[in-house]
């Protein structure tokens, strides 16, 4: 249970460095809802790295705390978000540019908290599963070595 908590942190953290929710009645592009949420990115992490039931633990109890920790700034960024609309309708480039600043520090925020819940989990891995992650943590990042096994680059089609 512990690692599905820290798993979910750091889907978490991601969710943060994603734009806001979109609103009612469209369909939801962030990590962290539907197939690609928590869960996913814990279970893909613990077959491609191979995570022990501790390490499981830890990286779910990050995903935890991360969610947690990102809530205040996954609802300002929506307010940000509203209030740059709410700009441009009035072509108020005041406003826009004071939105568009809002929007970019939370932005800074986000990310580094989800660079912190990657951190914490990175350091909860052996060296064999560091080198499996990727050189640019593929794996941690959800890139294009998040859905598949790691291992070496497929070959190149002429």
Same mark, same amino acid.
């Given at each position: 249970? #512990? !690692?599905?908590?820290?798993?979910?942190? /750091?889907?978490?953290?991601?969710?943060?460095?994603q734009?806001? =929710?979109?609103?009612?009645?469209? #369909?939801?592009h962030?990590?962290?809802?539907g197939?690609?949420?928590?869960?996913?990115?814990?279970t893909?992490?613990?077959?491609?790295?191979?995570?022990?039931a501790?390490?499981?633990?830890? %990286?779910?109890?990050?995903?935890?705390?991360?969610?947690?920790? *990102?809530?205040?700034?996954?609802?300002?960024?929506? *307010?940000?978000? !509203?209030?740059?609309? &709410?700009?441009?309708?009035?072509?108020?480039?005041?406003?826009?540019?004071?939105?568009s @600043? &809002?929007? !970019?520090?939370? @932005?800074?925020?986000?990310? =580094?908290?989800? !660079? #912190?819940?990657? =951190?914490?989990?990175?350091?909860? /891995?052996?060296?064999?599963?560091? *080198?499996k %992650?990727?050189?640019? /943590?593929?794996?941690?990042?959800?890139g +294009?070595?998040?859905?598949? #096994?790691?291992? +070496?680059?497929?070959?190149?089609k002429?």
């Amino acid at each position: 249970m #512990r !690692a599905s908590i820290i798993l979910s942190l /750091l889907a978490a953290g991601m969710l943060v460095a994603q734009p806001p =929710a979109p609103p009612a009645g469209q #369909r939801p592009h962030m990590m962290g809802r539907g197939p690609g949420g928590p869960r996913d990115f814990e279970t893909r992490l613990t077959q491609n790295l191979g995570l022990s039931a501790e390490q499981q633990n830890k %990286v779910h109890t990050i995903m935890a705390e991360s969610r947690l920790s *990102t809530q205040g700034t996954h609802q300002q960024m929506q *307010t940000a978000q !509203a209030a740059l609309t &709410d700009a441009i309708k009035a072509g108020d480039e005041t406003r826009i540019d004071k939105a568009s @600043q &809002d929007i !970019a520090n939370l @932005q800074q925020q986000q990310t =580094a908290m989800h !660079a #912190r819940s990657m =951190a914490k989990i990175y350091a909860t /891995l052996t060296a064999d599963q560091k *080198t499996k %992650v990727g050189p640019n /943590l593929e794996l941690l990042r959800g890139g +294009p070595a998040g859905g598949r #096994r790691p291992g +070496p680059p497929p070959a190149a089609k002429n």
